[in-house]
């Protein structure tokens, strides 16, 4: 026969235990989920988010997004394991099956060459893109808008070719056409 007395007391006892163990297990979880959700530091990532801090070690006020997409450049289908560096930043990113990148968080920063001129309401980044047995590919002056989430610029990677010198492609986003358009005007000869 149990004593009536000690039924009390284990569920006193479960009652006190029970914020203790809670918080623990919860703790546990977080700090799981950070570990496993997360690459070791300085490996290639593609499983978070990426914010950057300015040149002036200032943390910036507006950012936009990014997420560029590698592929074939003759089937067009997605190059899974291609590295994208971003030299401004020094990071780089390793696509995913899709030949997406994760979502990258880019500063905003002010093009001071056009400041007095045209005010440009994007900032602009360079991205290099790497994959084995293709051709490298950089893509200078590369759109990201203020609170935005640019899906893509897609970028064609071409297979090297034997014997060749297989040289990087080098590519120049232009300018959005409203702001070339608006620049011209602002700028054209009275008759």
């Keep these: 026969m149990k004593h009536p007395i000690q039924q009390p ?28 959700s997360y690459i070791l530091f300085n490996q290639y990532n593609h499983k978070r988010n990426e914010a950057f801090i ?62 007095g001129i045209a005010p440009k309401p994007w900032s602009e980044i360079t991205l290099i893109v790497y994959k084995e047995d293709y051709i490298e590919y950089v893509l200078f002056h590369t759109h990201v808008w203020e609170n935005q989430t640019r899906k893509g610029p897609a970028i064609l990677l071409f297979p090297k070719v034997d014997g060749e010198e297989n040289e990087p492609f080098s590519v120049v986003e232009g300018p959005h056409r409203l702001w070339v358009r608006d620049l011209v005007d602002k700028f054209r000869p009275e008759r």
């Design 54 to 115: 300015t040149k002036t070690g200032a943390e910036p006020k507006y950012f936009g997004y990014i997420q560029p997409k590698v592929v074939d450049g003759f089937s067009e289908e997605p190059l899974e394991g291609a590295v994208v560096v971003i030299p401004e930043t020094g990071q780089k990113f390793i696509t995913a099956s899709d030949g997406l990148t994760a979502v990258i968080k880019v500063p905003i920063e002010e093009d001071v060459h056009y400041a």
């Design 9 to 36: 007391q284990k569920m006193k006892f479960i009652e006190k235990i029970k914020p203790p163990v809670s918080i623990l297990f919860t703790i546990s979880v977080i700090v799981s989920l950070f570990l496993f």
